[in-house]
């Protein structure tokens, strides 16, 4: 938050040549190509989503996003005489945050009977990825868990309404005593991590119908959620339960949080390993089936786990821009400067190509409801974005702290809190190979994958000449599929012939050529900045500068 009046004129110098604040500000209304993503898919109450990206870009929230990564939370195992609660303090910030967000309909509004509803939430969780992630995991999962519980249906009537309330209720109490509910997710293990078969918990029928479920998870993301999507071994095989916090008598669940992760970024969130011992749990879908039951929970997770880093290129783009109209260096602003004109039209046509496929696939996450043909390239598109948008965005935001110098490595600013966030999306939910592994097995197994998959190529061909020729590679690597060694050069042809059909129908054509002559091309560099292609730097610029 800018302090009052500072003084500019010190003793020894004057201050000068210093940006002003990039705050106060519509995240929404200055992002040409989000609004452009949106608008396309004909998604409806955009002036909520506005609403929310003024709140986003304010200067209080900013703040907020400040004061939760510098106060981490706080693991509680016993209270003052002994006596075990396994809970974790959050910084109130934390808690004004996740107020704003679920308040706004970030895990609810995919699910309320809106237009475009899964649009309207990746919007919401775009926007809120920029104003601070780490309250998104908790939001993401209960936006997801709802995919899950429909495979119960007197699970989902009790959680779900309490889910789509749009309201934040942090108080520690059973389900039916609270005005809404979050939902997490522990599936991990210490010996299998993505092999999830190899998990060793195990669950034992009661009398009543539930589970006692005895194990270990290696994380447990948002623990202090009121209840747990979790895979667990019955006699008929592995299992999907839903755990809560509180028993079905109003005791506290025997879940017990052995200890908090201490990582990388994502400082503001907890992740935990928990024990269960004897914990009580409902079993979710069909005995023995869990990862079958799981897995539309997780899909619903691969998105955000697209849109966040999506997020974070804007985010770190926007603040480049800002910093560098507002810099002089060798008696010009620094965005005046060739060579880094270049790097930052270069980074542009990365973050609208990654907007505009995050978005694209959001959409088809809608219309998947009742198309077939939907349903079957979300299964493939999904992975095929999460792995391409999550290898790209790191160095994409290194790119940005390099653009502000000595100033964008400074913990004050935003951009080192966005870089340590940035790896996490790609660990989340299946790392790179589980992820190309995913996309090879649908291409191979799923032979409606492939056709909706060339189908949507197709509907760009013509408008480039590379972009014809990527469209001809994606349909034969598409027809033989490569052995395994070689699925990563698989999806990445098909992430950039995907995003090359994508902004040939949403974006101007000076961003569409750009890309297709940035990425396509045979002598494409690996570097940003780097462009031997000519493209309309101005336009591309243009279009990306926060208009503030």
Request: glycine letters at 6%; hydrophobic letters at 45%.
């Amino acid at each position: 938050m800018p302090y009052r009046d500072p003084r500019i004129h010190l003793e020894t110098h004057d201050v000068t040549n210093q940006p002003p604040p990039f705050e106060d500000i519509n995240l929404f209304d200055i992002d040409r190509a989000l609004c452009t993503a949106v608008a396309h898919v004909g998604a409806e109450n955009t002036g909520q989503v506005s609403d929310f990206g003024a709140r986003c870009g304010s200067a209080a929230v900013a703040e907020w996003a400040m004061q939760a990564n510098r106060n981490p939370p706080l693991l509680k195992t016993f209270d003052r005489y002994g006596e075990r609660i396994d809970e974790v303090e959050f910084h109130p910030a934390y808690h004004a945050l996740m107020t704003m967000g679920l308040e706004a309909g970030i895990a609810s509004i995919a699910w309320s009977g809106a237009n475009a509803g899964h649009v309207l939430h990746a919007a919401l969780e775009f926007l809120m990825s920029q104003a601070e992630p780490g309250v998104c995991c908790p939001m993401t999962m209960t936006y997801a868990s709802v995919a899950a519980l429909r495979h119960q249906p007197e699970l989902a009537a009790l959680w779900t309404p309490k889910i789509l309330t749009s309201t934040y209720d942090p108080i520690s109490a059973p389900a039916p005593e609270k005005k809404a509910v979050t939902i997490g997710m522990a599936m991990t293990e210490k010996q299998g991590g993505s092999d999830v078969r190899a998990n060793t918990t195990r669950a034992h029928r009661n009398a009543d119908g539930l589970f006692s479920l005895t194990g270990h998870k290696w994380f447990c993301s948002a623990p202090m959620s009121d209840a747990f999507l979790t895979l667990a071994h019955t006699e008929a095989g592995l299992s999907c339960f839903l755990v809560p916090r509180w028993t079905k008598g109003g005791e506290r669940n025997a879940i017990e949080l052995m200890r908090l992760k201490d990582k990388l970024g994502d400082r503001a969130n907890a992740s935990a390993e928990i024990e269960y011992r004897g914990a009580e749990a409902a079993l979710v879908g069909e005995d023995g089936r869990g990862v079958r039951t799981i897995i539309e929970m997780v899909q619903h997770t691969r998105l955000d786990c697209i849109i966040a880093p999506a997020a974070f290129m804007r985010q770190a783009l926007a603040n480049a821009l800002w910093h560098t109209a507002h810099r002089t260096a060798f008696q010009r602003k620094l965005i005046d400067q060739p060579l880094m004109r270049s790097v930052l039209a270069d980074m542009a046509i990365e973050s609208e190509a990654a907007t505009a496929l995050a978005f694209r696939i959001a959409r088809s996450f809608d219309e998947a409801q009742s198309e077939k043909t939907a349903a079957s390239f979300q299964r493939v598109a999904t992975p095929i974005g999460k792995y391409w948008v999550n290898k790209r965005v790191v160095n994409f935001v290194y790119e940005a702290m390099e653009a502000h110098g000595g100033a964008g490595y400074i913990e004050e600013g935003v951009v080192p809190r966005i870089y340590r966030q940035s790896p996490l999306n790609s660990i989340w939910e299946g790392s790179g190979n589980v992820i190309c592994l995913d996309v090879l097995r649908a291409l191979s197994r799923e032979p409606g994958s492939r056709d909706v998959l060339i189908a949507e190529l197709e509907t760009a061909r013509g408008a480039h000449a590379l972009l014809d020729q990527a469209i001809e590679r994606a349909r034969s690597i598409m027809t033989n599929p490569p052995d395994e060694g070689r699925a990563r050069r698989l999806v990445e042809d098909l992430a950039l012939a995907l995003q090359g059909a994508v902004l040939a129908r949403t974006a101007p054509s000076f961003v569409s050529d750009a890309f297709c002559a940035t990425r396509l091309s045979e002598s494409k560099s690996l570097s940003y900045g780097a462009l031997d292609a000519k493209i309309d730097v101005d336009a591309v610029i243009a279009r990306a500068m926060p208009s503030v």
